[in-house]
């Protein structure tokens, strides 16, 4: 099981940036998957997540301006993001609970950084 996020850098306030987290060695459609962020001196975030029954779900600091969506076939998660913000500032983690496992498994992260 493998999860690696990508598509993080730098951009102005008001910019767009998509995460994309490519999920390897399970049923990605059996899962739910998340999006989380850390910043430095903060609890880690719940951002978005989808459900198994495909149930979006955001933090409402980011509602209106960020989009979750998946790709079952190629077995990857998406994150757009616009209006981006200062304190979207942040490594975001891409995360799979799958059907029958015991705990989430997580990415590497990806540094998003918005000046």
């Known amino acids: 099981v493998q999860l690696v996020e990508s598509g993080g850098g730098s951009v102005q306030a008001g910019g767009s940036l998509r995460l994309s987290c490519a999920a390897s060695g399970y049923i990605f459609s059996s899962c739910r998957m998340n999006w989380d962020r850390r910043t430095p001196g903060k609890e880690r975030e719940l951002v978005s997540a989808i459900s198994i029954d495909g149930t979006r779900t955001y933090v409402d600091s980011v509602k209106g301006r960020f989009t979750i969506s998946q790709d079952n076939a190629l077995k990857t998660l998406y994150l757009q993001m616009n209006s981006l913000k200062t304190e979207d500032t942040a490594v975001y983690y891409c995360?799979?609970?799958?059907?029958?496992?015991?705990?989430?498994?997580w990415g590497q992260g990806t540094q998003v950084t918005v000046s």
């Open positions: 995360g799979a609970f799958c059907t029958g496992w015991k705990s989430w498994k």
